[in-house]
């Protein structure tokens, strides 16, 4: 059986159903043809046109849904910056005029930011930039994401539990183990981005500056982000998840990340490789799996599209009503800043990131405008601090493509 593909004219759960059973009908032909040692190489072409339709259709569909559902941090309201602190901000974006700016520069030193470096933004260009942050970040939408006026943010883990037992109404109560404490560091650090607009384009009074800067902020800040979040060295920068040290499962502790080994080196088993899937799965403990998902990039969704289980069934589906494709039952998000499948490469994470990865926002945003250094262009330097830290280790698990 063989389906047309064409191009989806609208995002939709129809659309992607209907491109996922054509791509389960070409690859069962597929492989069909390389069990009877005659592969196709037309079948090969199919099966990867009708993949990147599906990719199409399904980031297509996750764009509109964030866009409408994406709103303000939780705990932020619209509240506008005074009239007097907005028309100054005003002033200084289009002409550099800084006659008005005495009250802001007093925001700015109450948030600990000098003035000869810039002066901080009202609230809402803040606002503006984590939002469309928020809808481009993979991690931020997974993450716990919080907001803090400090460099460091600073979170007590207990480690261990604490003691605990029954007793009657009249029973003595036993002292109990005291629990073992840790503390995260999440030390914010500065991104920065250096944006360059004409003096018509500020002076044009259709034009929504703020709007503008928070536009060209989300291009230069999400790339950034992804990267980091994943894998960033914690030098000069957050610290990604991957970064930390991993061991195997057996004997991770805390401040390590545990992983279980596929058993072959830079792949999948060729016998019961979903069993890997499976046993990655239940690594983690119950509590993190009510809100677990699949962490990959699209070469290793990819190939796990293609694997089947005992009942010959696809262990992967197209995206449902909430948005996400699954695995295994599980929703998948994809971030292509993880790895490819390789020798001893983790190109897999399975958990709980909202328990897992902290992600922390400096409150504020700092302005510099520069006339000078790019005539006949204005610069605008624009910083935010951003850190991020793992918070708890066993509510991320990794799949190792290697031997051991």
């Known amino acids: 059986m063989t389906h047309d593909v064409k191009a989806a004219s609208s995002p939709s759960a129809e659309e992607a159903l209907r491109l996922f059973e054509a791509f389960k009908d070409a690859n069962d032909e597929r492989l069909a043809a390389i069990a009877a040692k005659r592969p196709d190489p037309l079948l090969e072409d199919r099966v990867a046109r009708i993949e990147s339709a599906l990719q199409r259709v399904e980031t297509k569909a996750e764009r509109a849904e964030r866009a409408g559902v994406v709103g303000l941090r939780p705990g932020v309201g619209a509240d506008p910056a005074e009239p007097a602190h907005k028309s100054a901000w005003a002033a200084y974006l289009r002409r550099g005029d800084e006659s008005q700016m005495a009250a802001l520069e007093l925001k700015a030193l109450s948030a600990g930011s000098p003035t000869d470096g810039g002066y901080m933004s009202p609230p809402d260009l803040d606002r503006r930039i984590e939002k469309r942050l928020q809808e481009t970040s993979p991690m931020r939408q997974i993450a716990t994401v919080r907001t803090t006026g400090a460099t460091i943010f600073h979170r007590i883990f207990s480690t261990t539990a604490a003691g605990a037992g029954w007793a009657a109404e009249t029973a003595g109560r036993p002292q109990g183990a005291t629990p073992t404490l840790s503390m995260i560091e999440a030390t914010t650090f500065e991104l920065f981005a250096n944006l360059a607009a004409t003096q018509t384009l500020l002076d044009d009074a259709y034009v929504d500056v703020e709007e503008w800067i928070a536009s060209e902020c989300e291009e230069a800040f999400s790339g950034q982000e992804r990267a980091v979040f994943v894998n960033g060295d914690g030098v000069g920068k957050p610290k990604g998840f991957l970064a930390y040290p991993v061991v195997a499962d057996a004997s991770q502790g805390w401040g390590q990340l545990g992983y279980l080994a596929t ?142």
Do not use: C, H
């Not at 589906?317 to 998948?332: N, Q």
């Open 263 to 404: 058993g072959v080196a830079g792949g999948f088993p060729a016998t019961a490789p979903v069993e890997k899937l499976i046993d990655l799965i239940f690594a983690p403990k119950a509590i993190y799996r009510q809100n677990a998902r699949f962490v990959m990039n699209r070469r290793t969704l990819a190939a796990v599209r293609k694997l089947k289980d005992q009942t010959n069934a696809y262990i992967w589906r197209p995206a449902d009503a909430a948005g996400d494709s699954t695995v295994l039952g599980y929703p998948v998000t994809e971030i292509e800043d993880m790895p490819n499948i390789a020798t001893d490469t983790m190109a897999i994470a399975f958990g709980d990131f909202q328990r897992g990865y902290l992600i922390v926002d400096r409150a504020g945003v700092r302005v510099l405008r520069d006339p000078y250094s790019a005539k006949p262009y204005v610069l605008f330097y624009v910083t935010k601090r951003v850190g991020g830290a793992v918070q708890n280790f066993d509510a991320i698990k990794l799949l190792k493509f290697g031997a051991s």
